[in-house]
C-alpha cells in the first residue's frame, strides 16, 4: 500500500510560481510511474503530467506544456511538478496518482489527499 502526502499549494497571483510535492511512504516508489491530476470546482479530475518510474518519460496535457515540469527523486520518495507562469485557469485541487501514465484517473490505484492551488487574476 502505496501512501502519498502532498504539499507545496497555496494562493499565488497570475504569473507566478509554486512548487508542489508527493512523498510516498513505500521504499518500492522507485518502481511506481506517477501523475499529478487536478479538480476545479464543479469538475471532472482532469490528468497534468505523468512520469514513468525511471524519469525518463513524461507527458503533460496540452494546456500546461511549457509551463509545467514534472520531475522525481527517487532517492527521496518524491515526486514534484513545477509550475511557472500560473494562470487563474490553473486554480483546482492539485492530486498526486501513482501506478501508470496513463490520463485516465480511474487507471491510479494510489492517491494522495491533495493540496489546494488557488491563482488569482
Known amino acids: 500500500q502505496v501512501q502519498l502526502v502532498e504539499s507545496g499549494g497555496g494562493l499565488v497571483q497570475a504569473g507566478g510560481s509554486l512548487r508542489l510535492s508527493c512523498a510516498a511512504s513505500?521504499?518500492?516508489?522507485?518502481?511506481?510511474?506517477m501523475a499529478w491530476f487536478r479538480q476545479a470546482p464543479g469538475k471532472g479530475r482532469e490528468f497534468v503530467a505523468a512520469i514513468t518510474w525511471s524519469g525518463s518519460g513524461r507527458s503533460y496535457v496540452d494546456s500546461v506544456k511549457g509551463r509545467f515540469t514534472i520531475s522525481r527523486d527517487n532517492a527521496k520518495n518524491t515526486v514534484y511538478l513545477q509550475m511557472n507562469s500560473l494562470k487563474p485557469e490553473d486554480t483546482a485541487i492539485y492530486y498526486c496518482?501513482?501506478?501508470?501514465?496513463?490520463?485516465?484517473?480511474?487507471?491510479?490505484?494510489?492517491w494522495g489527499q491533495g493540496t489546494q492551488v488557488t491563482v488569482s487574476s
Open positions: 496518482a501513482a501506478g501508470s501514465t496513463g490520463t485516465v484517473a480511474s487507471e491510479y490505484a494510489y
Open positions: 513505500e521504499r518500492t516508489f522507485g518502481s511506481y510511474a
